[in-house]
């Protein structure tokens, strides 16, 4: 592999602290990689601000943080304006602007060799017009939830196919996500799939034993891509004929939490459920050392990294097989896949689990060794061969 060099802008929207999954931790990761490639790296996060008076020359901050130089950029919210008509994600037109100009005010003082956006919409839209204006190339990561809210959103459909044929790379989680780009516009041929990665500790939790209540998990940011309410369901049936215990680690989102209260009254599965805050990285693993299975129930997922966490810790996984999910785990190998949005399917791998003499170590075992092959070193030689391609060639 020959060395990479060069300088490349990261554009991401506002990131927050990283935490073992979504978006922040994935892209926290990634440009980590990319700096150690050799490569002069600049981090652009771009943050939507309602404030009254946002100006091109005095809208960037910039730091230099471990090796790479971060820039916060801030882009204005028209008063009046309400978006592109309906679509509650899309952004007004000056916004979108905004955006676009800030970043070619930093290209013209740094002239990046290359942009790499972590988002469709509206990093990856607005780099595909920048780069190609520029004569450089682009790369579109397709992250989180991206996908699903513009493949569905007449309103950011057109847009987001203008991102796609711009892109000089599309890069996907796994291949069910590749197929739903292509349904988009047609990225197969310059699209390439680059897994996530895990770091599988020294020792996994090879003492685990079998524990009375069953204790069940599940973690993230609980909007109804989640799937939550399926759960909650599925532990109400269960724990009618077992001793069993929810353990919830994250947020429930704004949007969700009227759904998510009256689904616990319904269900009646407050006094097993137990709702904690999102966790650090650090106390994952004692988390994950006080369960007995981790479920994911998901109906829209792309490669969620809480999973292979949960994987590599030896915890048995059972999980809806949407996204990549199906890429991940081997049914009745490593973890058990059901059908996504159907209650009695959780109901009935939660209690083969917990019928199982070992109270599924099995899966456990077998899903440490899986989380193996999923190594960062593996990803990042993947990022470096694509870098290559662009930058090298």
């Not at 994911?296 to 059972?318: F, H, N, R, T, Y």
């Not at 059901?338 to 899966?363: C, K, T, Y």
Request: hydrophobic share 40%; net charge negative; charged share 20%.
């Amino acid at each position: 592999m020959y060395p990479v060099t060069g300088k490349v802008c990261i554009v991401t929207p506002e990131l927050h602290l990283p935490d073992w999954s979504g978006q922040s931790g994935t892209t926290d990761r990634i440009t980590r990689m990319v700096r150690d490639m050799g490569l002069e790296v600049h981090l652009a996060e771009v943050v939507i601000v309602d404030e009254p008076i946002v100006l091109l020359d005095e809208n960037r901050e910039t730091a230099f943080v471990d090796g790479l130089t971060c820039h916060r950029i801030k882009a204005g919210r028209p008063g009046n304006g309400v978006g592109l008509r309906n679509a509650p994600d899309s952004l007004h037109p000056e916004t979108l602007e905004m955006i676009f100009q800030s970043l070619q005010i930093l290209h013209d003082e740094e002239r990046f060799d290359l942009f790499h956006a972590f988002s469709l919409y509206p990093g990856g839209f607005i780099t595909g017009i920048l780069s190609k204006a520029a004569g450089v190339p682009s790369i579109i990561a397709i992250v989180g939830d991206d996908l699903s809210r513009c493949l569905f959103s007449p309103e950011l459909l057109g847009v987001c196919r203008s991102g796609l044929d711009n892109a000089d790379r599309i890069v996907t989680p796994g291949l069910d996500v590749l197929t739903r780009a292509d349904a988009m516009a047609p990225v197969k041929q310059k699209g390439r799939v680059i897994y996530g990665s895990v770091e599988v500790p020294p020792l996994a939790q090879e003492k685990r034993q079998r524990r009375k209540p069953f204790r069940v998990g599940s973690a993230g940011v609980f909007s109804r891509a989640k799937g939550l309410p399926y759960l909650l369901k599925a532990v109400a049936y269960v724990k009618a004929q077992s001793s069993l215990a929810l353990d919830l680690a994250g947020t429930v989102t704004e949007s969700e939490k009227d759904v998510y209260e009256e689904m616990v009254i319904r269900t009646g599965v407050g006094d097993v459920l137990t709702l904690r805050s999102p966790l650090r990285i650090e106390e994952t693993r004692t988390w994950f050392a006080s369960l007995d299975l981790f479920i994911l129930p998901s109906i829209s997922e792309d490669c969620p990294q809480v999973l292979l966490e949960a994987m590599a810790a030896g915890l048995p996984c059972v999980a809806s097989r949407t996204g990549v999910v199906g890429e991940i785990i081997e049914d009745g190998v490593s973890g058990i896949l059901v059908p996504f949005g159907d209650a009695m399917a959780l109901v009935n791998a939660l209690e083969q689990v917990i019928s199982m003499p070992d109270g599924g170590l099995r899966f456990g075992a077998a899903a440490r060794e899986r989380a193996l092959l999923f190594s960062p070193a593996r990803e990042s030689q993947a990022w470096q061969t694509l870098y290559s391609e662009l930058l090298n060639s």
